[in-house]
């Protein structure tokens, strides 16, 4: 079952149900599974993510870059959202789902879907957006996020990493989604 409104707290990045119940994160169960290496993670980095996720979800849904919020801190991101606007030009027919949280309350983990969209060709691709490096756990990540999308209804039948980068431009990492969804049931078998 997936539950599409939960009650999400970004402080301590918890995703519960409307019982109170605590789901952890597909990323939570990456890390404590010791799938994902973080030492080389700082908080500049997160926070560029965080901030690069925020931008291109306004200008996504319709509101256009914040302009009451905008800092210099923001300036050195517009090349990353320069990039994901130049992904979407390419790919992009509408947008079905942006940040969509869920949790999938039988597999016992939650989330936060960056976007489904719809190609050019008719095609649903689920989408995470990274501004960092590719990283082997993407696909179990993406693999978590296409389970849940499948269970709701929703016939994912492409998932992507795009990887805007800081020179304006976006790289495209395609995976299948049959293999990416195995790959993460081992993970939380």
Known sequence: MIDLKPVFNEWDHTYRDHTGTVYPSVTQILRRRGLINTRFYNRAGRNRGTRVHQLTAAVDTGQGLPSVDFT??????????AGWEEFKQRH??????????????????????DRVLITPEGEVMLVDIKTGRDEPWHVLQLGGYAMAARDSGMEIQQVAVVRV??????????????NAIRRWMRVIA
């Not at 980068?165 to 049959?178: A, D, K, M, Q, W």
């Open 72 to 81: 210099r801190f923001d300036i050195p991101l517009l090349p990353y959202v």
């Open 165 to 178: 980068t800081r020179n304006g431009g976006y790289l495209v990492s395609l995976f299948y989604v049959e």
């Open 92 to 113: 992009v027919s509408q947008f079905t789902w942006v940040e969509q949280q869920f949790i999938h309350t039988t597999g016992g983990y939650a989330g936060t879907i």
